[in-house]
């Protein structure tokens, strides 16, 4: 299943006042343009999932991947990234700097089915690699796991061969749903988010990685490394 999280852009989608000035409407048609590049490489990027998933549901018992979502960066996102990491808005910094313009989740139904696509994708030819980083080994201090990939994507356009980063998150099913209610609780919420809270989401990031792990056991059909 495949879920999409955003549209596309367009130039009259894009707030210009009146009285903008010509490297303001510059930035507007660039803005443009690379919502327009990055939906290609998120499109090639994607129809390889999508290849994987329907290899699976055709050849073998079981799929790896439970559903895909994807989505492009929105523009006041980008725009607060840039502006947290100390740089100006333009479209050479966004190319520079921002490698989740375009980005894939994808949920699984274990933790070996996360390693398992990681090393379909590591050892793909389309696809090259820039970087890993694995907080399901090493969790965020939030309690945070996930797996994230940064992989270069080549997309053929008018002008030749273009590469762009395309960001592919790796995660099992529990761990998505702590990461959406735990983004919800601290930042969506109208309560006031305490120390507290922070060290019961911990506590629960703990309890759902030792789920997995048991889930994982059981489909697997090992025994239980306890007794009753």
């Not at 879920?3 to 009285?19: M, T, V």
């Not at 490698?99 to 389309?126: F, H, K, P």
Request: a negative charge; glycine letters at 4%; one cysteine or more.
């Amino acid at each position: 299943m495949m879920i999409e999280k955003s549209g596309s852009i367009r130039l009259k989608d894009i707030p210009i006042p009146s009285g903008a000035t010509p490297e303001q409407r510059e930035l507007a048609q660039g803005m443009v343009r690379v919502n327009h590049l990055y939906r290609s490489a998120l499109k090639v990027a994607v129809t390889q999932m999508e290849i994987l998933d329907e290899e699976f549901a055709s050849l073998y018992d079981h799929s790896p991947i439970h559903h895909i979502e994807y989505r492009i960066k929105t523009l006041e996102s980008i725009s607060d990234k840039l502006r947290r990491r100390g740089y100006d808005v333009t479209i050479d910094n966004i190319y520079a700097y921002i490698q989740d313009v375009a980005g894939i989740r994808v949920i699984c139904n274990y933790l070996d089915d996360i390693y398992y696509l990681r090393s379909l994708l590591t050892r793909s030819e389309s696809f090259k690699v820039l970087r890993e980083v694995d907080y399901i080994q090493q969790p965020k201090e939030s309690g945070y796991r996930s797996l994230h990939l940064i992989i270069d994507v080549p997309i053929v356009i008018s002008e030749g061969t273009l590469h762009l980063p395309v960001e592919i998150q790796l995660r099992t099913i529990a761990m998505d749903m702590w990461a959406s209610l735990e983004h919800e609780l601290r930042y969506k919420s109208d309560r006031n988010f305490s120390d507290s809270d922070a060290a019961r989401l911990r506590l629960c990031s703990e309890a759902i990685s030792e789920i997995d792990r048991e889930m994982q056991d059981i489909y697997q059909g090992k025994e239980p490394s306890y007794h009753e």
